[in-house]
């Protein structure tokens, strides 16, 4: 048996707590569990109980076994003299502090279900081990929880942006041009995407801003594709062009053997993705103001439907022709650019500086696009979930992959009510 579900019991206080006595019969009033110590020393700090007569304020250790005390060899660490009360599932020895002293016992008693479901859900073999009972639970509820998932998953990506703005200086525009550009690679080429920014400042982009050419020329060099030998006269041009630039801002291109093409389809090549960045940048280099200025889904999709160059209409690669079509963005991947990084900059930028109109509006535009539809979205679908906005899709992505597939059901809102049930 699992130690982490005595840990939960008694955080929730889901065991009997009437009549509760120590092992040498003295009677036990639990006031408060204390605070979950997930680092070394006792499990839960800053418990109160009364034992006996007495307040008592101090540590919590919990074990199955009373014997484990001696295994892990707490009699002699001082750490554990701090311990008020042993808390055990089976009382099979007496324990004693480090000066000898008998610690006060308690064998934890609780309904039987609770472990019962706790096996079903750690063993279950299934895509969601609690999916038969996902339909008992009130969709109120998993409303609620999905809120607070969405919450914890923009969070983590806010780490990242602030990490990267701890870098630059605060630099709210050469960040927001990064992970921009990184979004540009739809993770295959997410990284080499990364690599490109950069190794070319924003400051460059800006002072060629209102010539397409130029910017393809910065952008196509220093993505390595100008080096190829089968550039014809559009390329030729491009790398002549690249060439002077090159000198002009002292650059250095990353090494072209980053991208991949390999089970790419056409319209999701490294080349297409850099056109469309470079008319995105086109016209405006302080695209992270525009979108402050006005965060409404309709303006965003305006910004982000650009359309690349003429030559890109008939090509996929340099020098090879093919038949003309469109190469705007399509609207999952504005969907995506808008979900993945539109979305949390503004959370992000927000919270940094306290706005949380501005926080409101970004999580409302979540509700405002569709579900992404990937196997995860499909998978909650199947178990009878309503899937039907990018706010809905992103919290249940983050139950999946930061719960669900990590066995956290004792940290799952859904699994507190399994449990309970
Ligand atoms: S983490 Fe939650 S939703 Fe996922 S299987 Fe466990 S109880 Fe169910």
Redesign the pocket.
């Known amino acids: 048996m699992k130690e982490s579900i005595l840990h939960y019991i008694w955080q929730q206080k889901l065991f009997t707590a009437h009549s509760l006595h120590t092992t040498e019969d003295e009677a036990v009033e639990v006031i408060d569990v204390g605070k979950l110590n997930t680092d070394a020393g006792p499990d839960f700090f800053n418990a109160k109980v009364r034992i006996g007569n007495t307040l008592w304020a101090g540590n919590v250790e919990i074990h199955t076994r009373a014997s484990e005390w001696y295994k892990h060899n707490h009699q002699h660490d001082k750490a554990y003299d701090s311990v008020i009360l042993h808390v055990v599932k089976y009382a099979d020895a007496s324990v004693s502090r480090s000066d000898g002293e008998k610690i006060p016992q308690l064998e934890l008693v609780y309904p039987v279900r609770i472990e019962e479901n706790y096996e079903k859900?750690i063993s279950?073999q299934k895509w969601?081990?609690?999916s038969d009972k996902i339909a008992d639970i009130p969709a109120i509820f998993i409303q609620s929880w999905e809120t607070a998932l969405l919450t914890e998953r923009l969070e983590q990506k806010m780490n990242a942006i602030q990490q990267l703005l701890n870098g630059n200086n605060q630099h709210w525009e050469e960040a927001f041009y990064i992970i921009l550009a990184r979004s540009f690679g739809f993770g295959a080429n997410s990284q080499a995407f990364e690599m490109l920014a950069k190794s070319l400042p924003l400051t460059a982009l800006a002072k060629h801003k209102n010539h397409l050419f130029q910017i393809e020329a910065l952008l196509f060099g220093q993505a390595g594709f100008l080096d190829d030998e089968l550039l014809d006269e559009y390329g030729l041009q491009l790398k002549k062009e690249y060439d002077f630039l090159k000198i002009k801002f002292s650059l250095r291109p990353i090494n072209v053997e980053q991208w991949r093409l390999l089970r790419l389809r056409p319209d999701n090549f490294p080349q297409i993705r850099i056109a469309q960045f470079a008319a995105l940048i086109h016209g405006s280099t302080k695209l992270f103001s525009r979108i402050l200025e006005r965060p409404e889904l309709e303006y965003l999709n305006g910004i982000l439907k650009t359309e690349p160059s003429d030559y890109w209409k008939t090509h996929y690669l340099f020098g090879h022709e093919s038949p003309q079509k469109s190469k705007k963005l399509g609207k999952d991947s504005i969907n995506s650019i808008l979900i993945n990084t539109i979305v949390p900059f503004l959370f992000c930028y927000a919270t940094q500086k306290g706005n949380q109109d501005l926080k409101d509006k970004s999580i409302q535009l979540l509700e405002q696009i569709p579900a992404e539809k990937n196997t995860i979205v499909i998978g909650w679908q199947n178990i009878g979930l309503k899937v039907e906005n990018a706010f809905e899709s992103q919290a249940l992505l983050q139950?999946?992959k930061r719960?669900?597939d990590e066995?956290?059901?004792l940290r799952?809102r859904?699994?507190h009510k399994?449990l309970t049930i």
């Open positions: 859900l279950g969601i081990s609690c139950l999946k719960y669900c066995k956290k059901c799952c859904i699994g399994v």
